[in-house]
């Protein structure tokens, strides 16, 4: 525990951007506006949530109709996309990266 005058560890989460800011340089996962998800090494980000991601995998999830029969077919394409600037106002839902606890 920490005494009277001593900081706090480094690794305190305060604010919500905190848990961004613990996430830089590890791979997160970003869910965006039409159903695009990202997972990517988080480089930078702004208290927006602009963010630049690395070695980013893009997953962008389609429903289509089929005309026979009327169920939703569910398309998935992905690709790899060496450096990302993502926009903060399409911005969802950010994961950080899974830490063991103990």
């Known amino acids: 525990m920490a005494e009277e005058g001593e900081t706090a560890p480094t690794g305190n989460v ?23 998800e990202l997972k990517g090494r988080l480089h930078a980000y702004d208290q927006h949530l602009n963010m630049v991601l690395g070695e980013v995998e893009e997953t962008v999830t389609v429903v289509e109709i089929d005309e026979e029969t009327y169920e939703e077919v569910y398309k998935s394409t992905k690709r790899n996309i060496p450096m990302l600037f993502v926009r903060g106002d399409g ?12």
């Open 14 to 36: 305060d604010e919500p951007l905190d848990i961004i800011r613990l996430s830089l340089d590890e791979k997160i996962y970003v869910k965006m506006r039409n159903e695009r």
């Open 91 to 102: 911005v969802i839902l950010v994961s950080p990266p899974m830490r063991a606890t103990g």
